[in-house]
């Protein structure tokens, strides 16, 4: 990637939603050339998507959690993944290194959901041990500031 595409993948982490001609206009690029090098990160998979960002208070899901999961002794990855799937509450998951081996995130009406949510993980997904947190708030950080690191 050269400094052009830095920026069109900086403004795109900043606004997906800019269209060829404003993304050209702050380049300096024609909007065609603009529209192939975003097709180019595109096909190159250094931009995989665009996604809406959820505000999960905002429908009606306030309580968000992270919780460090530690699988039963043996307990299949493939099938605690597909399980995971059947968790509506769970909005983001990774397997980890270190004292656990996945980390979720979980958005959930209340302490009762939650406690329901855990129940599960434990009963039916093969969960033996949980660590969970209260996330208060995010931290809103620019995602562009990782296209400057080790520059």
Do not use: W
């Amino acid at each position: 990637m050269d400094s052009i595409d830095r920026k069109l993948v900086a403004l795109l982490l900043d606004d997906g939603r800019l269209t060829y001609q404003e993304l050209a206009k702050a380049v300096r690029l024609s909007a065609n050339t603009t529209a192939d090098r975003v097709r180019r990160l595109h096909s190159s998979g250094v931009i995989s998507g665009y996604h809406a960002a959820l505000d999960y208070a905002a429908i009606g899901r306030p309580l968000i959690l992270i919780s460090d999961l530690r699988l039963r002794e043996g307990y299949d990855n493939a099938e605690f993944h597909r399980g995971l799937a059947t968790i509506p509450q769970v909005v983001e998951a990774f397997r980890t290194t270190g004292e656990y081996d996945y980390q979720i995130r979980l958005a959930c009406t209340g302490t009762d959901e939650f406690e329901r949510v855990l129940a599960a993980l434990k009963g039916e997904h093969g969960v033996r041990e949980v660590r969970s947190r209260l996330m208060l708030h995010d931290i809103a950080l620019p995602g562009a500031r990782l296209l400057e690191a080790g520059d």
